[in-house]
């Protein structure tokens, strides 16, 4: 079997020739053209997250937005019909992080309905492009935030909690929009050549609201977007961070293909073999390992024992080996996928 072969045959719940040993790579990556990167695409089973160009299906092509850089800061106005939005990104030496959100009061999300919407055309070519490039080597997936991601993008963590608790309705109408508008762009996306998508958002609502807020919140809305993915003959893989003990029941009721990163304590909540029980025939399952904190400082032999330990409980059947969804940024990680890679299965 190629790597795409065996992905493909995981994500149909099949027994490939071997469990596909799946890290992330793509832009960013240390260094794809070197003998270790190469040996990572000759050996492992690669994923390749790629965003879609185009612009923000959220927002739409009608929003007049400016931009402007002040110091450390990039400041964004959207102007509304109703007044203006505003954003704010904070600069340090060390990162960046977002300091102020478009949404802070109800009034603001009144502004962002009183735009009048335009829809973007998705730009499939990085897709494509990285696509050609990978061949048979891996899967590419064009990743995407579903419905639920323009709130909770669109206002801070805590304004977010503050909509479901004092304005429930407002929130899931919000997310009603959102999820239109991704159905819309993910069915253009398909139609231009786009077979594999990788949906984001979820865990804004396992991680932040809890299991009443995911029944109403995401599980009827990403439902409906996966079904659009599948009516377009595409892949639908799901990402969900953080503990997913209490959810797991409504997250294989979404219908993905594929789950990623099942994560085990302490980020996560459960074990794979748990997990792998529960909802292993409806969904292929991604993961466990901590590529981050684990797969970038253990030695080789360590991250072959880790690797083992995995293919146990997951069994040789509708699964991936891999890691937090992560990219392998240093050349330790990418050896420690080489050795699961070349495990003895």
């Known amino acids: 079997m190629t790597s795409r072969e065996r992905i493909c045959c995981a994500l149909r719940l ?45 927002l739409g092509l009608a929003a007049e937005v400016a931009t402007v850089e ?3 800061q990039r400041r964004t106005t959207v102007h509304t019909p109703r007044g203006p939005l505003t954003s704010t990104v904070t600069r340090t030496e060390r990162t960046s992080a977002q300091t102020e959100f478009f949404f802070k009061a109800p009034e603001d999300i009144e502004r962002f309905l009183s735009i009048p919407y335009v829809a973007p055309e998705p730009d499939p070519t990085r897709f494509l492009e990285w696509k050609h490039k990978l061949g048979e080597e891996g899967l590419v997936l064009a990743g995407m935030g579903d419905g639920v991601c323009l709130p909770a993008s669109y ?14 309705d407002l929130l899931e109408r919000l997310v009603s929009i959102g999820t239109d508008r991704a159905c819309a762009w993910v069915a253009q996306a398909a139609a231009r050549g786009v077979d594999a998508f990788r949906l984001v958002g979820g865990e804004y609502v396992s991680v932040q609201l809890g299991p009443r807020a995911f029944a109403r919140l995401v599980v009827p809305y990403d439902r409906a977007l996966v079904e659009i993915i599948h009516r377009g003959g595409a892949i639908a893989y799901y990402h969900n961070h953080g503990k997913i003990g209490p959810v797991m029941e ?3 009721a979404i219908g993905m293909d594929a789950l990623d990163p099942v994560e085990g304590p302490p980020c996560g909540d459960v074990e794979l073999d ?19 904190m684990v797969l970038s400082q253990v030695s ?46």
């Open 70 to 72: 002040e110091g450390n």
């Open 155 to 168: 206002a801070s963590p805590e304004h977010f909690c503050l909509l479901w608790a004092d304005a429930p």
């Open 300 to 345: 080789e032999q360590e991250a072959a024992a880790r690797g083992q330990r995995c293919l146990e409980m997951a069994g040789p059947a509708g699964y991936l080996l891999g890691g937090t969804a992560s990219g392998l940024y240093t050349e330790r990680m990418a050896r420690n996928f080489l050795a699961l890679a070349r495990m003895p299965r």
């Open 14 to 58: 099949g027994r490939p020739d071997r469990v596909p040993v799946s890290p992330f790579v793509g832009p960013g990556w240390f260094d794809q053209a070197g003998e270790v990167g190469q040996a990572v695409l000759r050996e492992a089973d690669p994923l390749v997250d790629v965003g879609l160009g185009g612009g923000d299906f959220f």
């Open 274 to 292: 748990q997990v792998k029980q529960a909802i292993g025939d409806r969904a292929c399952l991604v993961g466990n390992l901590d590529d981050m």
């Open 250 to 252: 409504q997250l294989a």
